[in-house]
């Protein structure tokens, strides 16, 4: 059976997964332990063609989940290659272009107003600024600030702080430098975090757990087969909604993304019933724990499929060997 996987109408591209922290809710398992492996520019711009035309626009300027966004990993760490895709994007009329980041860079105003003007005047309508206490962990609250603070002059209304209400905690607080994990416990009851990616098995402790058969009877045929906010990373990987280490096919290829369930089995098994998938595992020797969700179950089985067997749609394989990082 062939399911045609949808054109996307909103997302981001992951420039690459090297980032300067490892947070512990990152979906995609980034870090600076990653080989470091940036995007080609001619597959940036094979996937950039192809989404022109698709990507529709968020209709107040810029939105979490509309338009398309530039990430990572952290992609002011290439400042270079963001410039080059936010220019390319640009030329191609491509809407609601925004990029996310850590603010690790804003190290003074001058520096900080000069970069963010340059990625203005090539195209860019806008920036995400992540604020929450596993960024404030590594990077000091005053870049932070002086982030917000330019951004604002230059982007007017379409910045976005992501969570708002940590920069009003940790403005309230007097935060300047950075917040140490501890401290910040308390603050996690207002944290908007997906139980996938890292956070089974950084904060799993913080939540209750669940034996497999809890999950028995879901499938993820609302996450993997959708048109609205799919990702694509620096391997051309098309990357299902937030789900990390998942590939449905090339990006360089939308038009002619299909799946072949008899070829891929463990999307074949996400589609059905998460007991599929826990019983493919069993079938490789996984061995059961307990889950605080069925992402959980999902991306610990896959961890082990992708270190024991050879499945396609296990990608990039390096993903399964940062989640404890
Ligand atoms: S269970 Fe797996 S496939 Fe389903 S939404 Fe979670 S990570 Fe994605």
Redesign the pocket.
């Known amino acids: 059976m062939q399911i045609q996987i949808p054109s996307p109408i909103s997302g981001g591209i992951l420039l690459s997964y090297k980032c300067t922290t490892s947070c512990k809710h990152c979906m995609y398992a980034c870090s600076r332990k990653w080989k470091g492996d940036w995007i080609k520019k001619d597959d940036l711009e094979r996937i950039l063609d192809q989404l022109a035309g698709k990507i529709e626009p968020c209709a107040w300027g810029i939105g979490i989940n509309y338009g398309l966004h530039f990430t990572g990993g952290e992609p002011f760490m290439n400042f270079r290659l963001l410039l080059k895709a936010v220019k390319i994007a640009s030329e191609l009329g491509i809407p609601s272009l925004f990029v996310e980041t850590n603010c690790f860079w804003c190290r003074n105003d001058e520096f900080t107003e000069r970069r963010l003007r340059e990625l203005k005047d090539s195209g860019l309508d806008g920036i995400l600024i992540s604020v929450n206490p596993f960024i404030a962990e590594n990077v000091p609250f005053e870049r932070t600030e002086r982030c917000i603070r330019l951004s604002r002059k230059i982007f007017g209304a379409n910045v976005i702080i992501y969570q708002e209400i940590f920069y009003h905690l940790f403005k309230k607080m007097g935060l300047k430098d950075t917040l140490s994990f501890e401290k910040a416990i308390p603050a996690l009851r207002y944290a908007e975090l997906l139980p996938?990616g890292r956070v089974p098995y950084k904060l799993g402790h913080l939540f209750r757990k669940y034996a497999a058969n809890a999950f028995f009877g879901q499938s993820?045929r609302n996450?993997?087969i959708r048109s609205w906010h799919i990702h694509i990373d620096n391997y051309c990987n098309f990357i299902?909604?937030?789900?990390g280490g998942?590939t449905l096919g090339d990006a360089r290829d939308l038009e002619s993304l299909k799946l072949d369930l008899e070829e891929r089995p463990i999307l074949k098994a996400?589609l059905t019933d998460?007991k599929q998938l826990f019983e493919l595992g069993k079938k490789f020797g996984y061995v059961e724990r307990d889950y605080i969700s069925?992402?959980h179950?999902?991306?610990d089985v896959r961890r082990h499929l992708a270190m024991n067997a050879d499945f396609d749609e296990l990608q990039p394989l390096e993903f399964y060997s940062h989640l404890d990082d």
């Open positions: 996938m993820c996450e993997l299902p909604g937030y789900c998942i996400l998460l069925k992402c179950l999902c991306v």
